[in-house]
């Protein structure tokens, strides 16, 4: 049950960060600009796995919860893509298209959702504070990522709020250890 509801859930993340970009250019005035900001951030995609593996007792299982959990998003964002919502059509050459388009997202997820998965099966169950806290530097240092490259976050409210979210998973992660003891 936990599993169907983490895919279910990844699935509407992963529609969800597609519909938001597509409000850009969709004359919605409170969303130009910013939600296009938001749906192209990376680190998002690496908290779905931890938290997916989050649920999972055993590290194999999290690491395929975490698999399959962004598959699911990334079936979902696909999906949307190619929607009547986004003015397309499902045929072989649209989805040819976004694989293609998508290569290096889809060949990505297969290393980063099983360890990112893994991941939050640690923390879990040994209270390991490595793989979190790389989690939660992801959300820290992608804006910085951003500044440099071609495309940097638009919206200071944007970054902002992204660097908050990994404090504050930092935080939650470095409360925990110290609450209930130092393990690995």
Do not use: N
């Amino acid at each position: 049950m936990v599993v169907a509801l983490a895919l279910v859930l990844s699935a509407a993340f992963g529609a969800g960060d597609q519909y938001l970009g597509s409000l850009t250019g969709s004359g919605h005035a409170w969303a130009v600009g910013w939600s296009s900001d938001v749906s192209l951030l990376s680190a998002p995609w690496l908290v779905l796995p931890f938290l997916a593996g989050t649920t999972q007792r055993l590290p194999r299982r999290a690491a395929l919860v975490g698999l399959a959990c962004t598959y699911a998003a990334l079936l979902a964002y696909g999906l949307m893509t190619l929607s009547p919502v986004e003015h397309a059509h499902i045929t072989a050459a649209t989805v040819r298209g976004f694989v293609v388009s998508e290569r290096t997202v889809l060949v990505g997820g297969i290393v980063t959702g099983p360890l990112f998965g893994w991941f939050g099966q640690q923390w879990r169950t040994r209270r390991a504070i490595t793989g979190a806290l790389v989690t939660a530097a992801a959300l820290c240092l992608e804006p910085l990522a951003r500044r440099v490259t071609i495309d940097p976050i638009g919206y200071r409210a944007v970054w902002l709020a992204e660097v908050a979210a990994g404090l504050a998973l930092a935080a939650a992660v470095l409360a925990r250890r110290f609450s209930r003891g130092v393990h690995a």
